[in-house]
């Protein structure tokens, strides 16, 4: 029959965030019993020196017989390093993603083309790196709780771009069974998220203690003034004890608690400035709990 078994809710132990982006990737976890501590994965080897990197490049290197070698910054170097003459035959993927959202006609068959022209299909090669992470997160998991069961325990989620349609979401999800992240029989342990919606979310999240009122810019006699950020956050945060009525927000981390609550009927846009794309999406909030209705599509 096609009626899915379904594994309890109460089985999952954490849930486990893929943010598969256009030009680096990474994930994220938290445990059902402790939902507001959400626990970047580990710091990524081979990294760019002097840079902070949560996330790995989004580069997949198979060898010539088309099996899996390395996914990130190790795919990166192993594939810049190898002799010319020989590099010819191996496949090295980079900014595959776009692919998925170019191709009208995007089916379970849709070929990726690797750096040296050979082709491969879109599917393997997102189940590939889909696979990476997956491994790379259990074995994070196992460390910290080592009872937990690798098939049931985890509730998976993965963000597409808003602006993707169905087929692409679709897609994504045979990737992911592809890779063994959750079984086609349970296709409620898997989530397919929209990256807009997980960043509004967030935000929400953050109980707005984080959101500055920047209606009064560091404006003087209506020119920008010289003054360090900031005194203009400062100001910010001084205009935002008087006037609570104003709503620009921008979200601030690490500059002290400000409360202010967004009410019903509050729009405010989410900009996800990616490193391929950028995609524009208007929210309303319709309940303070927190439901959102999309006012404009993502473009």
Request: proline content about 5%.
């Amino acid at each position: 029959g096609s009626e899915h078994r379904s594994i309890p809710l109460s089985r999952f132990v954490v849930v486990v965030a893929i943010d598969f982006g256009t030009t680096s990737s990474g994930y994220a976890f938290s445990f059902v019993k402790d939902p507001e501590a959400i626990h970047m994965m580990r710091k990524w080897e081979g990294g760019d020196p002097g840079v902070a990197h949560q996330k790995t490049p989004t580069s997949l290197l198979l060898t010539p017989d088309k099996a899996f070698h390395s996914f990130g910054y190790t795919a990166r170097d192993v594939y810049h390093d190898l002799d010319p003459e020989e590099a010819r035959d191996w496949l090295y993927f980079e900014k595959f993603k776009m692919k998925i959202h170019s191709t009208s006609d995007l089916t379970m068959k849709t070929e990726l083309e690797a750096l040296n022209g050979k082709k491969v299909q879109a599917l393997e090669v997102f189940a590939h790196a889909l696979r990476f992470f997956k491994e790379h997160a259990v074995r994070e998991l196992k460390e910290q709780c080592p009872s937990l069961d690798e098939n049931e325990g985890i509730r998976w989620v993965i963000t597409v771009p808003a602006i993707w349609k169905q087929p692409a979401k679709q897609f994504m999800r045979e990737a992911a069974y592809l890779a063994g992240l959750v079984s086609p029989e349970y296709p409620e342990q898997l989530l397919i998220a929209l990256e807009p919606e997980a960043a509004s979310i967030y935000c929400r999240k953050l109980r707005l203690h984080q959101l500055i009122d920047l209606s009064c810019k560091a404006l003087f006699n209506g020119f920008p003034s010289d003054r360090s950020i900031d005194s203009s956050f400062r100001q910010a945060r001084e205009q935002l004890r008087r006037s609570r009525h104003s709503r620009t927000f921008l979200v601030e981390t690490g500059m002290g608690e400000l409360w202010s609550e967004m009410q019903a009927g509050d729009r405010y846009i989410v900009a996800d400035c990616g490193g391929g794309t950028v995609d524009l999406t208007v929210h309303q909030i319709e309940q303070p709990q927190g439901t959102l209705k999309e006012l404009y599509k993502a473009s």
